[in-house]
Every structure is written in structure tokens, then in C-alpha cells.
T-cell receptor
Framework: SQELEQSPQSLIVQEGKNLTINCTSS?????LYWYKQKYGEGLIFLMM?????EEKSHEKITAKLDEKKQQSSLHITASQPSHAGIYLC????????????FGKGTLLTVNP | SQTIHQWPATLVQPVGSPLSLECTVE??????LYWYRQAAGRGLQLLFY??????ISSEVPQNLSASRPQDRQFILSSKKLLLSDSGFYLC??????????FGPGTRLTVL
């Protein structure tokens, strides 16, 4: 079965600093999804990556998928307190049931 | 646009009592539906998924069951709750390989 490892497990940064979260798969990724979650709430979809070398950006968040499709990174530029939360990566199993396997998440704290 | 609802938002139940959590989706037809449990605010464990009415696949053996009586309704149940059933339960839907979209979740505490 596919496993996703996220690093770091937690991260504390000063407002305005850049940061990167990594997600590594034990198998080739069919699709890689990034979500953000605030405590006690549902997951908010951020971005989907499917092609090797693909990069997507939304506001100050950029996600990349490596050429081998086994590693993804999420980069936040000039972090703000609103970026705080848990970031999870999910991997598509490639089947028609669209099941996802998730990493354990990265807890981001942004200090003002 | 599509929306997904879950209720109740929070629930406190005694050990041995029954459980019924409901999830409904609006704005899409024949979605795939999923139930997850999240412990300690981290990684999600897939419990059940459904690709159509009456079709339920269980991912892990447990004290829970799921049903899909209507196209856009997914129910998570238990006849007798255990302490270990406590957690944050999330419902999600998908209609294509473009990701899953999650409901607001239900916080279940079993005492």
C-alpha cells in the first residue's frame, strides 16, 4: 500500500518568513493533493498536481511535484498568521474509486 | 456549486449507546462518498467508501458500519459505541480524479 511521509511534523515561523513542507511517497504518484485544516474543521482543498515537474501557485502558496512523481513540496512565501494550521498531502491510488492516502500532516504556527 | 453537510457538529455519547452520523451532498450526482476518522488532530484513516447507492466498501475492521440509502446521503452507524470510537469524523465526496472535498466534520466523544 502507498505511504506518504510529511516533514517536518511541526513548524514554527515568524510572520513574514518563507517555509517549505515536504511530502514523500513510497510509490509513484498518480495525483498529489494538498489540503489545509484548521483545528476542529474540515479539510480545505488547496491544489492538485498530476504531471512530473508540475508547479502550481495560488496567492502566496506554491506546490511542486518532482519529475519522478514521488515527492512534492509546498512553499509559503512571506507567511502570515492566516497561514497557520495543519497541512496534509494526499495521494491518489489510481483507481476509479478515487481513494486518497494521506500523510500525517504538518502543524504550522506563524507568530506575529 | 457543490456543498457537503454533516451533522451533528458535536456529539457526546455513553459507551454502549448507538450512533448515527449523517452526511449529505448537494449540487452533484452520483458522487463517490467517503468516511474518515481523524485522531489527535492529525492523519486521516479511511473507514468506508461508496461508489453508488447501496454499495459500501469497508477499509478497516471495526465497530462501525456505513450505509448509502440515497445517491447523495451517506450514514455512519454503530449499534454499541466503544471508548475507542471517539474522534473527529469527516465525510468527503469526489466525482472525478480531481481530489476529494470535505465536510465540516463531527466531533464524537464517547464517555
Amino acid at each position: 500500500s502507498q505511504e506518504l511521509e510529511q516533514s517536518p511534523q511541526s513548524l514554527i515561523v515568524q510572520e513574514g518568513k518563507n517555509l517549505t513542507i515536504n511530502c514523500t511517497s513510497s510509490k509513484t504518484l498518480y495525483g498529489l493533493y494538498w489540503y489545509k485544516q484548521k483545528y476542529g474543521e474540515g479539510l480545505i482543498f488547496l491544489m492538485m498536481l498530476q504531471k512530473g515537474g508540475e508547479e502550481k501557485s495560488h496567492e502566496k502558496i506554491t506546490a511542486k511535484l518532482d519529475e519522478k512523481k514521488q515527492q512534492s513540496s509546498l512553499h509559503i512565501t512571506a507567511s502570515q498568521p492566516s497561514h497557520a494550521g495543519i497541512y496534509l498531502c494526499g495521494a491518489d491510488s489510481g483507481g476509479s474509486n478515487y481513494k486518497l492516502t494521506f500523510g500525517k500532516g504538518t502543524l504550522l504556527t506563524v507568530n506575529p | 456549486s457543490q456543498t457537503i453537510h454533516q451533522w451533528p457538529a458535536t456529539l457526546v455519547q455513553p459507551v454502549g449507546s448507538p450512533l448515527s452520523l449523517e452526511c449529505t451532498v448537494e449540487g452533484t450526482s452520483n458522487p463517490n462518498l467517503y468516511w474518515y476518522r481523524q485522531a489527535a488532530g492529525r492523519g486521516l484513516q479511511l473507514l468506508f467508501y461508496s461508489v453508488g447507492i447501496g454499495q459500501i466498501s469497508s477499509e478497516v475492521p471495526q465497530n462501525l458500519s456505513a450505509s448509502r440509502p440515497q445517491d447523495r446521503q451517506f450514514i455512519l452507524s454503530s449499534k454499541k459505541l466503544l471508548l475507542s470510537d471517539s474522534g473527529f469524523y469527516l465525510c468527503a465526496w469526489s466525482a472525478a480524479p480531481g481530489g476529494q472535498f470535505f465536510g465540516p466534520g463531527t466531533r464524537l466523544t464517547v464517555l
